[in-house]
């Protein structure tokens, strides 16, 4: 099973464990969708989430993590429709947008699992991998809730994963601050070996300076 697969795997699980929380303290019915405990639920998670009003076929709730990335202020919507994903989605995907209305405006069940492009606040468009799933309500599919992840930090996850031992003790004294003489001193290797380590890592994050493994490393760091 290649890295897509896995990361498509995991939204799943994901996005089973979100309808499990949302049944278990009815977050979500049809006329009050937006209140402080729903909020507060869908800000929790990692993922970049959507919901979706099906009978007015418009969006009307993104976390803080959505919010941040195309840079609004608010985290609802209100008198928006269409437009604003035409504004967002890359052309390319918008076969994506249209197959999706299509199978949750006939009731479709199950999961559909997406692949396209969205532009973020500095107008860059990045590649993102989904799945979206129907709420019903009353038997009736009333809701899309839609899980993201981009597409590159689900490979550099899957690639961090294949770090050395090694590799990680040089990736933690890199975001020290430490120069390649002093990582071969504390580690008792050569200068030679310490940069093909170097190179290594870059390699399997896809990054080329220490600057940027240090952004991708940041939480560690605190």
């Given at each position: 099973?290649?890295?897509?697969?896995?990361?498509?795997?995991?939204?799943?699980?994901t996005?089973?464990?979100?309808?499990?929380?949302?049944?278990?303290?009815?977050?979500?019915?049809?006329?009050?969708?937006?209140?402080?405990?729903?909020?507060?639920?869908?800000?929790?998670?990692?993922?970049?989430?959507?919901?979706?009003?099906?009978?007015?076929?418009?969006?009307?709730?993104?976390?803080?993590?959505?919010?941040?990335?195309?840079?609004?202020?608010?985290?609802?919507?209100?008198?928006?429709?269409?437009?604003?994903?035409?504004?967002?989605?890359?052309?390319?995907?918008?076969?994506?947008?249209?197959?999706?209305?299509?199978?949750?405006?006939?009731?479709?069940?199950?999961?559909?699992?997406?692949?396209?492009?969205?532009?973020?606040?500095?107008?860059?468009?990045?590649?993102?991998?989904?799945?979206?799933?129907?709420?019903?309500?009353?038997?009736?599919?009333?809701?899309a809730?839609s899980?993201?992840?981009?597409?590159?930090?689900?490979?550099?996850?899957?690639?961090?994963?294949?770090?050395?031992?090694?590799?990680?003790?040089?990736?933690?004294l890199?975001?020290?601050g430490?120069?390649?003489?002093?990582?071969?001193d504390?580690?008792?290797?050569s200068?030679?070996?310490?940069?093909?380590?170097?190179?290594?890592?870059?390699?399997?994050?896809?990054?080329?300076?220490?600057?940027?493994?240090?952004?991708?490393?940041?939480?560690?760091?605190?």
């Amino acid at each position: 099973m290649n890295s897509q697969h896995l990361k498509f795997a995991e939204l799943v699980q994901t996005i089973d464990a979100v309808f499990y929380q949302i049944e278990m303290n009815n977050f979500l019915e049809v006329d009050n969708v937006i209140n402080p405990d729903f909020t507060n639920f869908f800000n929790g998670f990692d993922s970049y989430i959507t919901l979706h009003d099906l009978q007015k076929l418009k969006p009307i709730f993104i976390n803080d993590k959505m919010k941040n990335y195309y840079g609004f202020e608010k985290n609802t919507f209100q008198d928006i429709d269409y437009f604003y994903y035409f504004t967002t989605i890359h052309p390319s995907s918008y076969h994506t947008l249209l197959d999706s209305v299509v199978h949750f405006k006939k009731g479709g069940e199950g999961y559909l699992k997406l692949e396209y492009k969205l532009k973020n606040n500095v107008g860059k468009f990045e590649q993102f991998l989904g799945v979206t799933k129907s709420i019903f309500i009353n038997e009736k599919p009333v809701f899309a809730l839609s899980l993201l992840k981009k597409k590159e930090d689900a490979s550099r996850e899957n690639n961090q994963n294949d770090l050395t031992k090694r590799e990680l003790e040089i990736i933690l004294l890199i975001c020290k601050g430490k120069k390649q003489n002093e990582i071969s001193d504390q580690l008792s290797i050569s200068v030679e070996t310490t940069k093909v380590h170097i190179r290594n890592i870059y390699r399997k994050l896809d990054i080329n300076s220490s600057q940027e493994l240090m952004v991708l490393y940041k939480d560690y760091l605190e």
